[in-house]
Structure formats: C-alpha cells, structure tokens
C-alpha cells in the first residue's frame, strides 16, 4: 500500500498513522515522501466497533480463521485473516482496524 513518510518514525497510509520503532528512510532525505508500505493479512483486524470500512470481495476458508480479501473505499485491496466464527458475506461492509507491530517499507524509485 501507498504511504507518505511524514517523519522518521510515522508513515501515513488510507486506513491510518503507522509508528515505526525504527526509523522509516526515504529517498529524497528530510522531506516528506511515498513509500510502499509491506501489510501482513495478520495486520487488518475485523472490527465490527469501528469506523473504518471495507467491503469483501473475495473469501477463502482456511479452517480456524478466513482470509478476506478486501477492498478498501480508494479501490485498492488487501488481506486480512479473521477467525472462521466471523463468517461475512461477500459484498457485506465490514469493519477493521490497524495492528501493525513492525511497520516496512521500500522506497518508491
């Protein structure tokens, strides 16, 4: 996913702010700058309290957990592994929330 630099320990992304333990590096030295930032399906947590939406678009059963596929409101689409008890509908907006523990990101060229 896209996301802007905007200092060396926080990169924004659509779905929010990342803090980074580690200094985030750009390309272009001080000033704010895009980067491609690596999200784990592990990373976007079904939420149903909260504000953030995205809509399933595909799914696949993996015996405890599901992995939708989904696509957030700019088009772009990522992963998000969800226990199998939350078995949602293709189509059906559902709500998540970030947990990225280790934010990594590859300067765009």
Known sequence: ????????????????????SLPVVCCNGPEPCEVDVLL?????????GSALQALVVRKAFKGAEILYTLRLPSGVEVLSRVPSHHNHAIGQPIGIRLDVEHVVSFPID
């Open 1 to 20: 996913m896209r996301g802007r630099v905007l200092d060396p320990a926080t990169v924004e992304i659509e779905l929010g702010a990342l803090k980074s």
């Open 40 to 48: 784990r399906p592990d990373d976007i947590v079904h939420d149903d």
